[in-house]
């Protein structure tokens, strides 16, 4: 029998996992959920219900994991601990610093409803986290380091657009070359964040829009770009949709460390990843957790979860057999 998946909120991830089902034999669609109108709304599988977000309490039973796409901002800390009492859930909350107290109200919610909820589930966090952890473990006396890009950054893209004469743009975070040979090669440097990551934006401007102002207001904008080296460069919206329509992303785990009884042999250990698509690869991530929730509920758990508490062969479709053949 296949996995019944949901979608909650069909946007960019949404779409994502609507392919990563397909290319799961195990897991099928059953329904995708939204806020907007459900008839202006055209999926791509075809015979699959669109349904309203307010219709969702009648699926109960028939859906054995839902997917939540909502941002981590506003939507997901309060829908995950809503439908944690409902659903097995898994979601994509990435705002680090909020998930001990995501985790907690998941938690609660999910146990009350008997069900599995699976959090900060992607790359980063997720595939990052766990590349992170295991470093830990296995260099204790070592140093980490975590590069993003080169890909689109989409919150700080949003915040150029909210720029007064800013009708478009595009931003790249880009890991600064230097640095990242610095750590490969086992100096451990201590890197700020300027020496870290640059930012490059291309913009579109309004008719009329002073260019130095926007410029100045984008270089010096907190939290955003302020502490990074960032290059603005103005172009026209042609361009920028025949050049920066992707979204790509990507970036680098690495951790040094020493052994030995006096640490005199040095290691350096590497994740890295290069994504055409952020949220197509997000869904993938997302997809293999949702398997594992599955597998959990069957087993009886519930509770929330991280990547960090549920073993590897939980997301596979392969059995132990298998996984031992081939892959060990």
Same mark, same amino acid.
């Given at each position: 029998m296949s996995i019944r998946i949901g979608i909650m909120g069909y946007g960019n991830l949404g779409r994502g996992i609507e392919c990563a089902i397909k290319q799961n034999d195990d897991l099928e669609l059953a329904a995708v959920f939204t806020r907007r109108d459900p008839s202006t709304v055209s999926i791509?599988?075809?015979?699959?219900?669109?349904?309203?977000?307010?219709?969702?309490?009648?699926?109960?039973?028939?859906?054995?994991?839902?997917?939540?796409?909502?941002?981590?901002?506003?939507?997901?800390?309060?829908?995950?601990? +809503?439908?944690?009492?409902?659903?097995? =859930? !898994?979601?994509?909350?990435?705002?680090? $610093?909020?998930?001990? /107290?995501?985790?907690?109200?998941?938690?609660?919610?999910?146990?009350?409803?008997?069900?599995?909820?699976?959090?900060?589930?992607?790359?980063?966090?997720?595939?990052?986290?766990?590349?992170?952890?295991?470093?830990?473990?296995?260099?204790?006396?070592?140093?980490?380091?975590?590069?993003?890009?080169?890909?689109?950054?989409?919150?700080?893209?949003?915040?150029?657009?909210?720029?007064?004469?800013?009708?478009?743009?595009?931003?790249?975070?880009?890991?600064?070359?230097?640095?990242?040979?610095?750590?490969?090669?086992?100096?451990?440097?201590?890197?700020?964040?300027?020496? +870290?990551?640059?930012?490059?934006?291309? =913009? !579109?401007?309004?008719?009329?829009?002073? $260019?130095?102002?926007? /410029?100045?207001?984008i270089k010096t904008m907190p939290n955003y770009f302020a502490d990074y080296d960032t290059t603005v460069h103005f172009i026209s919206e042609e361009e920028l949709l025949r050049d920066h329509s992707g979204i790509p992303h990507g970036g680098f785990v690495i951790r040094t460390g020493k052994t030995g009884w006096n640490g005199e042999n040095n290691h350096v250990i590497e994740y890295s990843l290069k994504l055409d698509s952020n949220p197509e690869f997000t869904s993938s991530v997302i997809v293999a957790y949702a398997r594992a929730a599955y597998k959990l509920s069957q087993e009886g758990q519930s509770g929330c979860k991280t990547v960090f508490d549920i073993a590897p062969a939980y997301l596979s479709a392969k059995d132990g057999a298998e996984l031992r053949k081939n892959l060990l």
């Open positions: 791509l599988t075809e015979g699959v219900s669109v349904c309203s977000v307010n219709d969702v309490e009648n699926w109960k039973g028939k859906i054995d994991v839902m997917i939540l796409c909502g941002g981590s901002a506003t939507d997901l800390p309060e829908q995950t601990p +809503k439908f944690a009492k409902l659903f097995n =859930v !898994v979601d994509s909350f990435d705002t680090h $610093a909020r998930i001990p /107290e995501h985790f907690a109200n998941v938690d609660a919610a999910a146990k009350e409803g008997g069900n599995i909820g699976i959090i900060s589930v992607g790359w980063d966090p997720g595939m990052f986290s766990l590349n992170r952890m295991y470093a830990n473990a296995i260099l204790p006396d070592g140093k980490d380091y975590t590069f993003w890009g080169k890909g689109v950054s989409q919150g700080h893209s949003d915040a150029i657009r909210r720029i007064e004469g800013v009708k478009n743009a595009k931003q790249y975070t880009i890991p600064v070359d230097s640095a990242l040979e610095a750590v490969r090669a086992g100096k451990n440097p201590e890197l700020t964040t300027r020496e +870290k990551h640059t930012r490059e934006c291309f =913009v !579109v401007l309004e008719e009329g829009a002073d $260019a130095a102002k926007v /410029e100045e207001e």
